[in-house]
């Protein structure tokens, strides 16, 4: 079995239950963050706790992961630590980009646009490439991606995300149907509304959007790190070999749900 994960956006939110939630399952944690204060101390715990939990089989960087210059810098780092062998699993939890109206006071500027693109959608194309031609991705290596309903409904300053989540899911489509025949698998996981750091940057309505979420969620609540926690691990047994290039909903229905 594959021993490491390696976690795009792994200290808080989606990322940071999975790392914890990985490691209970037995493997060790690579991951990534870029914090700053009070969240960098929380992302500190969270490591401490993780080597509780695996024996000291992890490794935080708080560096930006969507830059080319970190990939190569760290790739071989990674492949130092699993010994030359494949990951199991090389998720994308990263939330970073603009969010602003096309149409507004302040519209977005090209450079925002290729910002959150890159960061939130094609990174994860490059990260993939490098890592498959480094023989860090094989048999049994997942790729997952976090992507939202925002890729199909507009929402108030959501646009540049949204263009960035329609862009991961395609990449992620493909990586899928190329790699396959070498047993590694792609796959978009949805997650419903979740209340995490990167929520309340997108609206100053983002209570509103929860209490909202809890009435129309046929569970009757938002969805929660651990929910996508528990699905990702799920997902990285033997018995989900064959599940690829698809769109996974952990939501409770939410997506089934009429809109506000
Ligand atoms: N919260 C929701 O309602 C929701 C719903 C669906 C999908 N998602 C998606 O889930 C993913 C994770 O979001 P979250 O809600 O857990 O947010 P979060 O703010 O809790 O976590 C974001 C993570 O990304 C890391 N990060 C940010 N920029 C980085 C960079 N350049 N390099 C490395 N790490 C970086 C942060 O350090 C943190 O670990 C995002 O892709 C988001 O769009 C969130």
């Avoid at 023989?135 to 929402?155: C, P």
Wanted: glycine letters at 10%; charged letters at 20%; a neutral charge.
């Amino acid at each position: 079995m594959s021993e490491w994960v390696l976690i795009l956006g792994c200290s808080t939110g989606h990322g940071g239950a999975t790392a914890k939630r990985l490691a209970k399952d037995g493997y060790g944690i690579i991951g990534f963050h870029l914090d700053r204060g009070e969240v960098k101390k929380e992302a500190e715990l969270l490591k401490e706790e993780i080597s509780k939990i695996n024996d000291g089989k992890v490794f935080f960087w708080n560096i930006n992961a969507a830059s080319i210059d970190v990939m190569d810098e760290y790739i071989p780092k990674i492949s130092e630590i699993t010994n030359g062998q494949s990951i199991k699993l090389l998720l994308h939890s990263i939330a970073f980009g603009t969010t602003t109206n096309f149409f507004s006071d302040k519209p977005v500027t090209q450079k925002q646009m290729d910002m959150t693109v890159h960061v939130m959608g094609n990174s994860l194309l490059y990260w993939t490439q490098k890592l498959f031609n480094m023989q860090l991705l094989g048999e049994g290596s997942r790729i997952l991606g976090l992507t939202s309903e925002g890729n199909y409904l507009a929402m108030d300053g959501y646009g540049p995300v949204s263009v960035a989540k329609v862009a991961m899911e395609a990449i992620i489509r493909q990586i899928g149907w190329e790699l396959g025949r070498y047993g590694i698998t792609a796959n978009s996981l949805q997650a419903g509304i979740t209340p995490t750091r990167a929520l309340t940057k997108i609206t100053d309505n983002w209570e509103d959007w929860i209490e909202k979420t809890k009435k129309r969620n046929p569970m009757r609540r938002t969805t929660t790190p651990g929910d996508i926690a528990n699905t990702i691990s799920l997902l990285l047994k033997q018995e989900a070999d064959f599940i690829n290039c698809s769109i996974i909903y952990c939501d409770g229905g939410e997506h089934r749900s009429g809109t506000f």
